[in-house]
Every structure is written in C-alpha cells, then in structure tokens.
C-alpha cells in the first residue's frame, strides 16, 4: 500500500477531495558522523560517491514516511517538506514531514444539458417551417433555439410560435407565444438566436417530440399572421429520423401517388401532371418509390386490422405478388410480431412499421 500513497507538497490535489486527516508525521535518515567532513564545502566540489549518499539517506527518509502514513490508514502525504540538518556529534540527516490524509477523487457531474428535437408537424405552404428545436444549458440556465426551412429564401425577422412538448408518459407541455429572432436570413435553413427556456431540467430529460404551430412571423414587408393548420406526421419518430436522414431535414412524408396526384417527401400533394414539386422543387422521379408490387395498398388493409394474426392473414393473400426476396423477411417479421403479441400485448403498430422500413430501405437505395 505504501507505493501507492501520493504525495504533495501543497496542501491537496488535484481532482481529488480530502476525507479526513490523521496527523502530523515525521521520519529521518542518518548518515555517519565523519560525512560533512568528507566534503568540499560547495556543492560543485560533491563526488558523485557523495551524492549517491545522500540520495540514498533522502530515499529512506521518504520510505519511512510513507511507512508512517500506511499505519495511520492514510493513502496520502500532503503539505511535505524535507530538510538537510546536522546533528549532535556531527552526524548528518534528512528531516521529512507532513500531513497524512485519506482523499477520494472527485466525482464530476456534467451538469450540461442538450437535446434536439424534430418537429413532428408541418405546413404545406410555403411559410417558414419549423423543422428542429434545440435546446442547450446547465441545470440551472437553459435555453432554446429553432430551425426552420425557408423555401422562399425570404428574409425572416421573427416568428411567434406555440409549442407542444410530449414527454415519454405521452404528458402534453404547451408553452404559449414563444418568440424566436433571426439574424442570418435569405438562406434555405435559417437557425434562430438561443432564448430563454421555461422548460425545467427534469422536463428536458424526459421529452421525446415537439410540435410548432406558427401564429405570426415577420418579414421586411411586415407582419403575416398565419392561419394555416399544421399536418401531423404519420409515423414514428424514429421512421420521421430515419426519412430525414436519407430525404433532408425538411422530409415528412413518404413519397406517395394514387396516379392523380403524388405526395413529396416535403408533404405537400402536387397533381399528377408535375415534374417536381411546386413548395421544394424535388423531382417526382428522384424520390418514387420504385418497388414493383404495390406495398402501400396492402399497409393500408394491415392498419385496419387489430391484431398480428390478422395482419398475417392480409400478407398471406398477398405473398404470391410479392418479389420473392422480401417473402422469408415479412414472414420473419409476423412471426416475431405474434410472439412478442403473446408476453408483451397488442404487437399491430411496430409490426407494420417493420414493413413499410422493409420496403422502403429497398426502394430508397
């Protein structure tokens, strides 16, 4: 234990706090009484003999020490100090003192918060779209700012804005007339300045979405008052990160058409006739799915089913249309659905989503 012991000459260390003290402790080493006579009186004159002596005298005094420091349970010597004195006789010694203590490093708690959040509505027109809120701070100051795509490239002064958090209890926050300022505009993402939240820091942890509404934002032109009712967006929130991450932050929606009209990635529905979408510009041909069997319709019947037995039934009618490659994997997926159904209860919605992720990672590649 005594190698282990730490050892300063101040009063502590750091990253480290001290328990208790146990005393003062003391310790010497003698050399023999003809030593002082044996040298030159300056130390350049010292023989490498001599020198050698006097380390070894310094070591035993510091092993002493630490021998000290171990019976009194200390696992470190604070406040040292070692001294070269005479002695009675004229023998010579090393003098080492000190504090023996019981420290324990300190724990250090991260007392930093930070979450980011995808908003999980939007609107269809070409308003400036709240896509992200991000929140930063310690326990004690927190603060948010907004993300919103500006598909007009328009200059944005501000935006009012109601915000509804959900925490993982599905518990509804709403906070009233929050208003978010832009420094930087005439950019297709446009990031506000941090303001000051109202959220707690036990609020934060638990938070799992938002939702923006935008009443009024201000342009150079002056100050629109919106009165346009956002869409919810109709999958998970994982399946929301997920389309993000592949289609860009402002994604909502899958690529959708009936053959009289077709939904972009960015919500809006656009005719049958259109190239590329009138609110984002992406081309219809760029984002279509290009999976041949038409999977949409058989979700569709799954989401009106109760059950994974029931949705089983529904693949099952259609197993002979679809491409053999996804048969094994969708009968996988329902057989696992209907296990988990058996312990864990109703299975229908993370089944369905298993699905349409199939499908769909196949047909974005």
Not at 27 to 38: H, I, P, T, V
Not at 60 to 79: F, M, S
Not at 245 to 261: E, H, L, P
Request: charged share 30%; aromatic share 8%.
């Amino acid at each position: 234990m005594a190698d282990n012991i730490l050892i300063s000459t101040g009063s502590g260390f750091e990253g480290y706090e001290i328990l208790d003290y146990k005393g003062f402790i003391s310790s010497q080493a003698l050399l023999g009484s003809n030593f002082l006579s044996g040298i030159a009186s300056t130390v350049s004159d010292v023989s490498e003999k001599d020198m050698a002596k006097l380390e070894k005298c310094r070591e035993t005094a510091a092993q002493r020490l630490l021998k000290l420091a171990e019976k009194k349970e200390a696992n470190a010597i604070v406040g040292l100090k070692m001294t070269y004195t005479s002695l009675d006789g004229g023998s010579f010694g090393v003098v080492m003192t000190g504090n023996a203590v019981v420290i324990k490093k300190k724990i250090v708690v991260d007392n930093s918060i930070h979450k980011e959040l995808y908003v999980t509505n939007y609107y269809t027109g070409q308003i400036p779209r709240p896509v992200k809120v991000i929140i930063d701070g310690t326990k004690d100051d927190i603060d948010m700012k907004v993300q919103c795509y500006n598909y007009n490239n328009e200059e944005i002064l501000s935006i009012r804005t109601d915000l509804e958090f959900t925490n993982l209890y599905d518990e509804r926050l709403l906070v009233k007339n929050v208003d978010f300022a832009f420094e930087k505009a005439n950019i297709s993402l446009i990031e506000s300045s941090y303001i000051q939240s109202q959220l707690s820091a036990n609020d934060i942890q638990l938070l799992k979405d938002v939702k923006v509404t935008v009443t009024k934002y201000v342009t150079p032109r002056g100050i629109i008052v919106c009165g346009d009712t956002p869409v919810n967006v109709d999958m998970s929130y994982k399946r929301l990160q997920s389309l993000k991450a592949k289609r860009g932050i402002d994604a909502v929606a899958r690529y959708r058409t009936d053959g009289m009209i077709w939904t972009c990635n960015c919500g809006h529905v656009n005719e049958a006739g259109l190239e590329e979408c009138i609110i984002c510009g992406r081309k219809q041909k760029d984002i279509m799915v290009k999976a041949s069997f038409d999977y949409e319709s058989m979700i569709a019947e799954m989401r009106e089913k109760e059950y994974v037995i029931e949705i089983k039934d529904v693949l099952m009618g259609h197993l002979k249309e679809i491409d053999t490659k996804y048969r094994m994997p969708l009968l996988e997926i329902m057989e696992s659905g209907l296990q988990y159904e058996k312990t864990r209860g109703n299975m229908k919605d993370s089944v369905i989503e298993k699905v349409e992720k199939l499908f769909e990672e196949d047909s974005e590649e």
